[in-house]
């Protein structure tokens, strides 16, 4: 069950904090408007887990953005 509203808004804020947390070097390639609503829990997810720790290693940073890259509309 969602914590947060489903909607765009909370959807951008959750993208963009996952990328500043990440200090994803392209983050521009990762923009929030790529993901759609139907994915909002998915990102939801990830969201809670990249912000419950505090550091990741290489391969974890890769599996976050290779997640990430999942989720995203064709």
């Not at 947060?4 to 959807?11: D, I, Q, Y």
């Not at 909002?40 to 550091?55: G, I, N």
Request: aromatic share 6%; charged share 40%.
């Amino acid at each position: 069950m969602s914590k947060r509203g489903k909607t765009r808004e909370n959807l951008n804020e959750m993208i963009e904090a996952i990328k500043a947390k990440l200090q994803i070097v392209n983050a521009g390639a990762m923009k929030a408007e790529h993901y759609s609503l139907d994915r909002f829990d998915d990102v939801e997810e990830l969201y809670e887990l990249v912000m419950k720790k505090d550091r990741f290693s290489v391969s974890e940073m890769d599996a976050i953005v290779s997640e990430l890259g999942s989720m995203r509309d064709k």
